[in-house]
Every structure is written in structure tokens, then in C-alpha cells.
């Protein structure tokens, strides 16, 4: 499975910015999806996650403020940020995991996303 991540970028405090991920060579569903992200100096921590049934969980930075959805017919994640904070600068990862056998776990190169203030 690659995962290809785009749509990263330099934007203001206030803006918004949509990323994408796709996944490739993917052979099994039931596979979860999602961003994960890592700010200067600080450990990757969850942003969002989507199951294939659409179960989403949110991480506490992105509560009410980014919205992540999935298109499983074209195997890709969007998360959409809205009200950037300079905070919400990092590196952003997306992942593809499935837990049921066969299982899997593949994460994409990251996008940097920079948030001036």
C-alpha cells in the first residue's frame, strides 16, 4: 500500500486548508483511515481517524475545528481544517491501518503544513 498526501502548505491564523491522502495497491477494505501529526519538538499525536463504516474519532486539537471524511470507493481521506492556529503547524501524516487479518499498518511521507500568525 503507498499513501500519497497533498494539499499541505503555507496559509494565516484563521485560514483553511483541505489535505488528501490516497491509498495504492490496496487489496483488502475494512481498513481504517487517518491524520496524525507532528509539531516541532513535540511527539505525533492523533488528529483524526475514520473507520470504513465511518467511525471518527477526533483528537482534542482538531474537535470542532476539522472535519475528516473518506471516500471508500476511491480508497482516499480528506481532512478538512478550518480556523488555523499558528499550533497546528507540523507535519502531517496520514495512515491506512487495518487490524483484521490480513492486517496492516502504512503511513504516508507527511505534508507540512505552517500556520503563520
Known amino acids: 500500500v503507498q499513501l500519497q498526501a497533498s494539499g499541505g502548505g503555507l496559509v494565516q491564523a484563521g485560514d483553511s486548508l483541505t489535505l488528501a491522502c490516497a491509498a495504492s495497491?490496496?487489496?483488502?477494505?475494512?481498513?481504517?483511515m487517518g491524520w496524525y501529526r507532528r509539531a516541532p519538538g513535540k511527539q505525533r499525536e492523533l488528529v483524526a481517524t475514520?473507520?470504513?463504516?465511518?467511525?471518527?474519532k477526533y483528537g482534542d486539537s482538531a474537535k470542532g475545528r476539522f472535519t475528516i471524511s473518506r471516500d471508500n470507493a476511491k480508497n482516499t481521506v480528506h481532512l478538512q481544517m478550518t480556523s488555523l492556529k499558528a499550533e497546528d503547524t507540523a507535519v502531517y501524516f496520514c495512515r491506512d491501518r487495518r487490524a483484521m487479518t490480513p492486517s496492516y499498518d502504512y503511513w504516508g511521507q507527511g505534508t507540512q503544513v505552517t500556520v503563520s500568525s
Open positions: 475514520i473507520s470504513s463504516g465511518g467511525i471518527i
Open positions: 495497491g490496496r487489496t483488502f477494505g475494512a481498513a481504517d
